[in-house]
């Protein structure tokens, strides 16, 4: 239920990112999945957009690295 609601808080963006940290995936993995995914965006974006999202909710206590 709680991972419900925070994921319903979430922009569609960030919900693509966190939709995918299953605990097994790799940031690498998630970021090589998305590039998959959204094949126009350029790569080095979605690579920054991750690293920099994740370490946000990290530095917030939503996610543990």
Do not use: N
């Not at 922009?11 to 998305?34: E, K, M, N, T, W």
């Not at 094949?39 to 080095?44: G, L, R, Y």
């Amino acid at each position: 239920f709680r991972r419900v609601l925070f994921l319903s808080h979430l922009d569609p963006i960030a919900h693509q990112v966190v939709s995918r940290l299953d605990g097994v995936a790799s940031v690498g993995g998630v970021i090589a999945d998305l590039c998959a995914s959204f094949p126009d965006a350029p790569a080095e974006v979605i690579d920054t957009d991750v690293r920099k999202l994740i370490q946000d909710l990290a530095d917030k206590g939503v996610l543990a690295l």
